[in-house]
């Protein structure tokens, strides 16, 4: 399938903004959504809308069927070994969150550490902060090299016996950096730590084998990888998230509920209190189907090639700093950046003026802009619909950009 006939399943892309074509790069905030996910939500709302597991009429059956069905999507995407490791959530926030506030609170005690990145978003930073002060436990960031890249020689110095929990972005959201975590996941098992995986930036564009990556928990949401907002995946091993507790209690997770006591269903529903998000589970498993036609392999060797062209024709614009590695093969598909003296929020609104949509502010990495000495960047990120144009339209907004505020001052 080439670009343009997967451009014909997004008819968002086929309007002007401010008079212009519209160029979308900011997938990575969220991506856009094809008609087979919309589609799929209406068929849902309009057809079979039903609540899940509790009743027994033909609707309610349909429905549990479509939420049980994506289950099994999911389980297949990632290649879980079973369904029961594969928990909806509202997306990759409350993933990590729930982690941190049940395996987390039952595992970490005084004078054990958590170690994390200084490129993590603040999803997986906040919970392990919060993880921290409430155990006494102690939190340690993982040093960068000048490029944004892991030194795999620093996280066997860092991690230790006293690591409990070790928690890293397999793609950073600023710096596109691909992290290895099979192998820091090897290295926080020989120690006893558990390694957490922010699969956020990851899951949309390559394929992701928790087996193989050997990681026990990795959270992701349905809304980057052309899915609906407001839902997203929890994965653990089963062995784990069998001693975890639920963080959220009610209907639907439980099992027996006597005056003083209670007791909760099995994996995975015991993680699922109230109405789960029927709807979102539905499109989400509509995006997955829609990606893995298309073939995950195909989209990351697409925007590998847009990174590259990216990278190349925007090094060339004067006044251009690019953060992250400038080695293609090192990175996914998003570039951030700043132009001299051009504040990020003045890029972005020059952009939007030509129709381009970027990204401008601390991408909610307030930590990682601090080590790059930059209170903001502007950021374009890449996805399957993108293609060299769109690319080329944004050095010449850049450009422009540039120029305006070179005559302005």
């Keep these: 399938m080439n670009v343009a006939d997967v451009r ?10 401010n008079g212009n074509p519209l160029v979308y790069l900011d997938s990575a905030a969220t991506s856009q959504k094809p008609v087979q996910v919309m589609e799929a939500l209406e068929t849902y709302y309009r057809e079979y809308n039903s609540n899940v597991h509790r009743g027994v009429h033909t609707l309610g059956t349909r429905a549990t069927d479509g939420y049980e069905g994506a289950r099994e999507k999911v389980r297949k995407f990632i290649n879980a070994k079973s369904t029961q490791e594969v928990i909806f959530t509202r997306g990759t926030t409350t993933a990590l969150n729930t982690v941190a506030a049940s395996f987390g ?28 002060k409430a155990t006494g436990a102690t939190l340690k960031y993982l040093p960068l090299q000048e490029d944004g890249t892991i030194l795999l020689a620093d996280v066997s110095e860092i991690v230790n016996s006293k690591t409990k929990i070790v928690s890293v972005t397999m793609v950073s959201n600023v710096l596109g950096v691909m992290n290895p975590i099979k192998e820091i996941a090897k290295i926080a098992h020989e120690h006893g730590a558990v390694m957490v995986v922010d699969g956020a930036q990851a899951a949309p564009h390559m394929r992701i084998d928790v087996q193989d990556l050997d990681c026990d928990f990795l959270g992701f949401s349905a809304h980057k990888m052309c899915g609906p907002t407001g839902i997203g995946v929890l994965y653990g091993k089963k062995h784990l998230l069998e001693n975890m507790e639920p963080i959220e209690f009610g209907g639907e997770m439980i099992d027996f509920v006597d005056l003083y006591d209670s007791t909760w269903k099995e994996l995975p529903w015991k993680f699922e209190g109230g109405t789960p998000i029927i709807a979102g589970a539905i499109g989400l498993g509509a995006a997955i189907d829609f990606l893995t036609e298309i073939g995950l392999e195909n989209i990351q060797a697409h925007e590998h090639r847009l990174a590259a062209y990216a990278l190349e024709k925007m090094s060339a614009v004067e006044g251009m700093t690019i953060y992250g590695p400038l080695d293609p093969n090192k990175r996914a598909g998003l570039v951030t950046f700043n132009i001299a003296d051009v504040h990020p929020h003045d890029v972005a609104t020059v952009l939007d003026a030509e129709g381009i949509a970027v990204r401008a502010g601390h991408h909610c990495a307030q930590p990682l802009m601090k080590w790059l000495k930059a209170s903001a960047t502007a950021r374009a990120s890449f996805y399957l619909y993108n293609t060299e144009e769109d690319i080329d339209k944004l050095v010449a907004g850049l450009i422009k950009t540039k120029e305006y505020f070179s005559d302005v001052f």
């Design 8 to 17: 014909s399943y997004f008819p968002i892309l086929n309007q002007e903004v």
């Design 105 to 132: 609170k039952a595992n970490v005690q005084p004078g054990d550490e958590i170690v994390i990145t200084y490129m993590e978003h603040h999803s997986n930073i906040i919970p392990w902060q919060q993880l921290a």
